[in-house]
């Protein structure tokens, strides 16, 4: 079992904006060829958090265009008991659940709807559990995580050439210690972000290509 550190130093109290950002597309019904489901970092605002959910969303937005994506948060309490018990039981975290619930959602009401599941910090745990619940046969074409404590372990249910982890050197929390510095704050800032986009372009095309 992995050792934590916890010293999170109420992480984000004074290095991100104060209010955060919600994005409820599938909850509210409407219906895209991609869909961004996305779970935020321990104790970040709203649904989407501040720190990779928001400019995350828009460089896809700006890639595909507005009318071609959906962007859903996820609902989960992103607390830091949560963070702890995330990363031993993922696929038992509320997030994972309804991170889960919400791409099943979309299989049903959009089938054709390419589902990218990510996450930032215990949001990238809620991603590998909710994996883990949907089991091998999903619709999720890409899985993404920034600042992922279970960057040493594999995705499952999903192939690996469509999962990308993304890990500053010298981020604790990417070697298993709860620990909030400078690098862990940096993904949304540092260039991880178009990379991602670019990442997640190349996945959806080839899956495109494919189905076709």
């Not at 982890?165 to 540092?190: K, R, S, W």
């Amino acid at each position: 079992m992995a050792r934590y550190t916890v010293a999170f130093l109420m992480l984000l109290s004074g290095a991100i904006a104060a209010t955060g950002s919600t994005a409820s597309d599938v909850e509210n019904g409407v219906c895209r060829p991609i869909t961004l489901i996305f779970a935020r970092g321990t104790t970040e605002p709203g649904n989407m958090g501040t720190v990779v959910g928001p400019p995350l969303a828009d460089g896809m937005i700006q890639a595909f265009g507005a009318n071609n994506v959906a962007v859903q948060g996820v609902n989960y309490p992103a607390d830091i008991a949560g963070a702890i018990s995330g990363a031993t039981d993922p696929q038992g975290a509320t997030g994972s659940k309804n991170m889960a619930m919400f791409s099943q959602k979309v299989a049903t009401a959009c089938p054709s709807s390419k589902v990218v599941l990510s996450g930032y910090s215990q949001g990238a745990e809620q991603v590998r559990g909710a994996l883990m619940n949907l089991g091998a046969q999903n619709n999720v074409a890409a899985a993404v995580t920034f600042g992922d404590p279970l960057q040493s372990t594999q995705f499952v249910n999903i192939a690996k050439a469509n999962t990308k982890v993304y890990c500053n050197q010298g981020d604790p929390v990417c070697m298993e210690m709860f620990v909030i510095t400078a690098a862990h704050l940096a993904y949304g800032t540092n260039g991880d972000i178009m990379s991602a986009v670019n990442f997640i372009q190349s996945v959806i095309n080839n899956s495109s290509t494919t189905s076709t």
